[in-house]
């Protein structure tokens, strides 16, 4: 039937359907098994995976998701339909199931999912009702994105780099009992590291949270070159995710439908005959429909379907992956593909009916994410006033009571930390909410119950926590600064997605701790403060805002503040050591909300201005002002809290986010704290983080003391001296600069 199919220019056809190129005159079986779509108003999915309409029908589904994927890569001659094309059937299962809340791991399949929210009519929300409208906006601004975002309407996750769909799924299913969260995971994506051993600790973790469903689209290829599970058997695959714990295991081998002969281990099932793809898609649906309901049912299920990338489109294997320039919709083989695919009129509106009410209507309208998670109110939080100037406090163990306090009115808060609570000082943590382990140990504070969720990984910390963030609930990831780095592209996609979200979703919050200065006798391995030169870029980005407490009082104050925002990315940096409180609660709100304080302001000759970033490095910085002040100069000790308030309005990419802060340091506020005859900035990480003083200042004479490199040193203060930062340097310099 592929090969005979009689195309037609149609003298009519429904309206989304302007800008396909070519139709089909009629569908094979039709009348019988297209007469009225399976899904309706009062029908949101199949229940029978085995009946043959169903099977008939997702087929069609199938068939137009990749017809579009075609039409509009082959539009802009760009983007990547080969991966998609080979999950069609599975992804086409899922929608006729009526599990839509659908996410992936591979970014690359945009295309598809673009073309499934077309047919929903999601896409109507931002202008696109029909495929002409999809192949004009198609990787263009304010249009579809090449990979997903936050900001296609109807899609619940972004996808960029790979390895991180599988804690969108999680997170999902974590706040939302009951409902399905399939996640497509490509076999080109699988050896990313963390995909598995997330889901396994996710499982040990949460053994009843079985609600999402893994599905592997195992083609044989990845993006350039075969896929390193490519020589695999089926034997091996399956042992593999039994391995990893999941009980049921469905597998559906497209060769095993095979009535061409073709050779390999892979085949292309858009090649059988018409009856055979019906039979294959059906096996498909039936496999979906089990694993889903097993999953449902408290029982950790993947699906797994194999068949040949590029299946269905313009090429088969790597080379189905991208389209360049030579690929236009005129290019006998994009064109052939289209053939190959086309639907009749009747099959375009069939599909169109049944993807509108699978779920209970268009994605925009129904998936989780389209909505506010309704979340306790937290009240007044309870924080601890520590009185300046007498003894020392240790902030992050006042933050941990803070947290604690969270947890305790936020039942579905979780703290992620992958090493450990206790070794940042936060052991309060732990004895308030308990590590989840499915191990009772009181001397641990662990228990098949606890809210803090501790893997060995920070990609598994970071992804859960961003995760539950974006999909609306409270959470907080913990680390140490040294290791931040493991973690941070999943939680950058999410600050990025967070900023481009039609509704409010909390902040995603983070406190990074056991910083290079406090980590001496480990060596360099643990002294790379260098990360918070990632986070003074993102400032750029509009809604990205790290703080720096100045002490006990400051913590406490920075995170009620974090907590009563949305759509950014908070991150806290904070010392474990006990460390003098230099400011009270309310001169710490107000620092938070300007961007800065003043702790010390002496008279004298001249006056030099410390502008310092961080809790710890202040101790070299006051004992060189005191230094100077007893020779009779001026010195003003500036704490710098939230730098991003420093910059200029024309600095950030503010008002192009959602939930826009826009508030910024008045020229004469900046100049009262930060003019005088010399300006020192001084930060125990890079000088990015004090960039936008350094671009404010008016003073002519100026200098930066910052990290440079780490050492195995007994104290601080010996990596305080390697760094060219200790107090008798920053004096000389304050005193060369005035020329005194």
Request: overall charge negative; glycine content about 10%; charged content about 20%.
């Amino acid at each position: 039937m592929n090969a005979e199919k009689k195309l037609i220019e149609p003298q009519t056809t429904p309206a989304f359907c302007q800008g396909i190129q070519y139709f089909a005159e009629s569908m094979p079986d039709f009348e019988q098994m297209g007469d009225a779509p399976c899904l309706s108003d009062k029908v949101h999915g199949v229940t029978d995976g085995g009946d043959a309409r169903a099977a008939y029908q997702t087929l069609l589904v199938a068939d137009a998701l990749r017809y579009l994927t075609l039409q509009v890569t082959g539009a802009k001659s760009s983007g990547h339909p080969g991966g998609f094309a080979s999950s069609a059937e599975a992804y086409a299962s899922m929608v006729m199931l009526g599990h839509t809340n659908i996410v992936t791991e591979v970014g690359h399949h945009a295309p598809g999912f673009y073309s499934a929210m077309f047919l929903d009519t999601s896409l109507e929300e931002m202008g696109i009702a029909t495929v002409q409208q999809m192949r004009d906006r198609f990787r263009e601004s304010h249009g579809l994105l090449g990979h997903l975002s936050g900001a296609i309407p109807g899609l619940l996750a972004p996808a960029g780099p790979l390895g991180q769909g599988q804690h969108f799924a999680m997170a999902g299913a974590l706040l939302h009992p009951g409902k399905l969260f399939p996640v497509t995971i490509g076999d080109g994506g699988l050896g990313e590291p963390y995909i598995m051993s997330a889901m396994v600790h996710f499982n040990t973790a949460y053994p009843k949270v079985t609600n999402f469903l893994p599905i592997l689209v195992w083609n044989g290829y990845s993006q350039e070159h075969h896929s390193m599970v490519s020589t695999w058997d089926n034997a091996r695959m399956t042992a593999y995710w039994k391995a990893h714990g999941f009980k049921h295991v469905y597998l559906v081998d497209a060769r095993e439908f095979d009535d061409q002969n073709q050779d390999g281990a892979y085949v292309d099932s858009s090649l059988f005959s018409w009856q055979q793809r019906v039979t294959f898609t059906g096996a498909v649906l039936k496999a979906s429909h089990a694993a889903a309901q097993n999953a449902l049912n408290g029982e950790l299920s993947v699906l797994i379907l194999k068949q040949l990338k590029g299946t269905g489109v313009h090429a088969t294997g790597s080379k189905s992956h991208n389209l360049y320039a030579h690929h236009t919709l005129e290019s006998e083989d994009v064109k052939a593909g289209l053939q190959r695919r086309a639907l009749s009129t009747a099959a375009w509106q069939l599909v169109r009916e049944n993807f509108r009410h699978a779920g209970g209507g268009p994605a925009v309208k129904t998936v989780v994410t389209e909505f506010e998670l309704e979340l306790p109110d937290l009240g007044e939080l309870p924080l601890t006033e520590f009185e300046p100037g007498k003894e020392n406090k240790v902030p992050t163990t006042a933050f941990g009571e803070v947290v604690a306090a969270v947890g305790k009115r936020d039942p579905r808060f979780i703290v992620t930390n992958a090493d450990g609570n206790e070794a940042s000082a936060m052991a309060n943590i732990n004895k308030a909410l308990t590590i989840r382990h499915p191990t009772v140990d009181e001397l641990y504070f662990q228990g098949p119950h606890g809210q803090v969720y501790e893997p060995l990984s920070e990609d598994a910390c970071a992804g859960l926590a961003a995760a539950v963030s974006l999909f609306g609930g409270r959470s907080l990831w913990c680390s140490y600064e040294s290791f931040v780095i493991n973690g941070l592209p999943i939680w950058q996609t999410v600050i990025q997605a967070m900023a481009e979200l039609r509704r409010k979703t909390p902040s995603t919050v983070t406190l990074f701790t056991a910083g290079a200065l406090e980590q001496g006798r480990n060596g360099w391995t643990h002294q790379r403060p260098e990360v918070e030169a990632y986070f003074a870029a993102m400032m750029r980005n509009g809604n990205v805002f790290p703080l720096f407490p100045t002490d006990a009082n400051s913590i406490q104050a920075a995170y009620d503040w974090a907590l009563k925002t949305h759509n950014k990315g908070i991150v806290i940096t904070a010392s474990k050591t006990p460390l003098p409180v230099r400011t009270t609660l309310a001169q710490s709100r107000t620092a938070i909300e300007e961007g800065a304080l003043t702790l010390l302001d002496k008279d004298g000759k001249g006056k030099v201005v410390f502008a310092v970033t961080g809790d710890m490095v202040l101790l070299p910085v006051f004992e060189a002002a005191e230094a100077l002040t007893r020779q009779g100069v001026g010195v003003r000790i500036v704490s710098v809290v939230n730098p991003r308030r420093l910059y200029r309005p024309t600095d950030v990419s503010w008002n192009t986010v959602a939930q826009p802060d826009g508030k910024f340091m008045s020229d004469a506020h900046f100049d009262a704290l930060f003019h005088g005859d010399a300006l020192i900035a001084v930060t125990g990480g890079p000088s990015a983080m004090l960039e936008p003083v350094l671009l404010r200042t008016r003073a002519a004479r100026r200098e930066t003391f910052c990290w440079q490199r780490g050492e195995t040193t007994a104290s601080a203060g010996q990596l305080f001296d390697l760094n060219g930062m200790n107090a008798r340097t920053l004096e000389q310099r304050a005193l060369a600069l005035l020329e005194v």
